[in-house]
């Protein structure tokens, strides 16, 4: 519905994931449904963001700075899960988020005890990056 008390302006939505619950561009789309809904005419620009965590690797692709590489490695309890990592069009800089190999949303609640888990499939990922030739790694 037109709104005749609003100026035309861009809106933008930069917003980080919410830990655990929701990625960065599902918290930017819902966002930007709502504003749609009550603003049909409203110029919406999403940026989804990361603070160097979830969605870390996303942004750098999004950005088209990287291409996306997948490996599976050994998770926080050990069992088997699949990783997404990017590296930059050289080939020479790896973007990994250490969450996605060994982060808390991987342990079920009941679980969680940090005697009990390991960081082991980072490292997996690492050697996968450097059997690629990758010469450098961003971690977040």
Known sequence: MKNPYLCSMKIVLAFDSFKGCLPAEDVCRAAKD??????????????PLSDGGEGLVQCFLRMGKAREESVKVHGPMMEEVS???????????????MASACGLTLVP??????????????GEMMV???????KHIVLG
């Open 109 to 122: 609640v009941d679980k969680r005890n940090v005697m009990d888990a390991t960081t082991y499939g980072l």
């Open 128 to 134: 996968d990056a450097w059997e690629r030739g990758v």
């Open 83 to 97: 990783v997404t990592y990017a590296i930059s069009h050289d080939g020479e800089t790896a973007y990994m988020e």
């Open 34 to 47: 709502g504003i749609l809904s009550v603003w049909e005419d409203a110029e919406v620009v999403s940026v």
